[in-house]
Structure formats: C-alpha cells, structure tokens
C-alpha cells in the first residue's frame, strides 16, 4: 500500500499518477473531514473508468497508514509568489515533525518521500523524527526542478526530452546548482551546444520557474510534482535502480555530513541505494557549499 499524506493539489496530483501507473492501493489522508474520502471516491470513479484495478480509500485517521509500504508526504503550507520556499521554514516544520512522529508510530518500516518546501529541512526534519535508516527517508524535488530544466533546454535547441541526461545537486530553493557540464544533449555535454551566456540565462529561469508559475496560475505547481514523485516511487515498487536527483542525509559525500541536499541516487527496492558522486570543479563546488551553508543554517534554527 502506498499512503499520501495531505489530499491538496500535489497530493492528489501524485495519486492520479500513482494510479495510472497501477503501482498499488493508495491511501489519502488529511486532517480536513471529508476531502480525502471525497477525493478517494472520485479517484476510484476514475479508475472503474480506466479500467485501471486501483483500490483507492480515504481517511482523517494516522492509524491507516499501517502496513504501507511508501509513504508521500505533501502535507503543508505552500508558498505565494512573493515568498521564498524558506519563508515556510517554521510552519511546516510543525507540520512534518507531526507527521513523521506518525509514521514512526503507525509505518515503522515504510519508505517515505518528502515533498513539503522547504525540501531538503523539511527531509532532515523527517530523518531524525522518524528515526529510520536514511536510505528510507527520501526528498521530492529532482524530477521537478530537471523537468524545468528540460523544457529550457528543449525550446532552445529543439531536441527530445527523451534524448537528454540533466542532473541537479544542491538545495531545492534559491542556491539550486544546476550542471551544464555533466548536462547531456544526444551525447554531447550542453557547453558544447549553447554559448555560456545563454546557458546562464537558462539556469536562472529554472531557479525562478517555480515562482512564475505561481504568478500565473495563483497558486504552487502541482501536474508537475505529482508526476515526478509517481517517478521516484515507481522506481521503487518495480526496484528499477534508476539514478534520480533525490534529497538524502549526507554523510560525508561530496564534502559534506548532516544535512539532507539533492544528489544523483540510485532509487530501488530498499529506498536510496546508492549516491553518485560526479567530479565538480572549483565553482560547482563552492556552489554546493553554498547550498549546503543555506540548509544547514536553516536546521539550525529548529528545535531538534
């Protein structure tokens, strides 16, 4: 069984996905009566439509949870066009601190997969509640923030998403680091393809991108982080070992130990099974640092 905490735009976003994909029974729970058992029986419409063989329930009740195997945690505030993911810092802090004690007490030995901003804190947060292995606690935002960056690329040089290796390292937030040079383009690394002026600009517009969409739509992305953590978690039901940008707890890779950042991680059966440590130059260096100095100074202003 796959549970989603928190039955809003995200949350039912990734349960479409989950169920289209038929990875298993889905779960929503929230703390507002009615919503997700009104979304459940809506969802479970959709499939006898599909025909997709779903079994799909709602509940206000932490307690059914027990027996998932993944747990997606969207719950939370989000954030307005005029606010930084880190604006959020303390009101979600209280938020994921309440739900992992759950899941600690209810999924004891579920997977389970932050999606709450911001990020990589609210990651950290759910490792050291919850207690468990940091293989099994897992941060959203890779797919999300490559699958922007794919779409910049894409309209300059007019190539498939399909033919494109994008990684991403670094915080979910303003000190994202973006990698032109392990950027692959039909083979080719993307510093080859585009004049650096162009590729800076780029950069800067995927960093953006998600404030931009809230200007525009009145409210956070939602299509988006429902497909990529349908991504991560079909990685793991079907243990396909795909390396997928994913916010772990570091423990001494690329130069840095407890804090949770995005990195190249090979997502399978057992959660984080592996992180991948691509050689940085001086200035993609000092950029994960950054953005290492950003999060953990973040931390360090909870009470954990």
Request: with cysteine.
């Amino acid at each position: 069984m796959i549970t989603i905490v928190g039955a809003g735009r995200v949350g039912i976003s990734a349960a479409i996905h989950i169920a289209l994909k038929e990875l298993d029974d889905i779960t929503l729970i929230d703390i507002v009566e009615g919503l997700p058992q009104g979304e459940a029986l809506d969802l479970s419409h959709m499939c006898g439509i599909l025909g997709i063989d779903v079994d799909i329930r709602g509940s206000n009740d932490y307690k059914d949870m027990a027996g998932s195997d993944i747990v997606v945690i969207p719950a939370g505030f989000i954030r307005k066009a005029d606010m930084t993911r880190m604006d959020l810092l303390f009101k979600n802090y209280e938020v994921i601190k309440q739900v992992s004690e759950r899941v600690k007490e209810y999924a004891p030995n579920s997977k389970v997969i932050i999606v709450t901003n911001p990020l990589d804190v609210m990651t950290y947060v759910a490792y050291k509640v919850t207690g468990f292995e940091r293989n099994r606690v897992i941060g959203f935002s890779g797919p999300l923030d490559t699958g922007r960056f794919k779409t910049l690329i894409k309209r300059e040089l007019g190539v498939s998403y399909k033919s494109m290796d994008v990684p991403i390292i670094g915080e979910h937030g303003e000190t994202m680091v973006l990698l032109p040079r392990h950027t692959y383009v039909c083979g080719k690394p993307l510093t080859e393809l585009l004049p650096k002026e162009k590729i800076d600009k780029i950069v800067e517009e995927t960093r953006k991108m998600g404030a931009q969409v809230i200007k525009l739509k009145g409210w956070s992305a939602s299509h988006a982080p429902g497909a990529g953590v349908a991504i991560m978690v079909e990685s793991i039901v079907k243990d396909q070992k795909r390396v997928i940008p994913t916010s772990v707890y570091l423990q001494g890779e690329y130069g840095v130990s407890d804090v949770c950042l995005v990195v190249p991680a090979v997502l399978g059966r057992n959660g984080v099974e592996n992180i991948i440590e691509l050689p940085l130059n001086d200035e993609e260096k000092n950029a994960f640092m950054k953005s290492a100095e950003t999060v953990k100074n973040a931390i360090a202003q909870l009470k954990l």
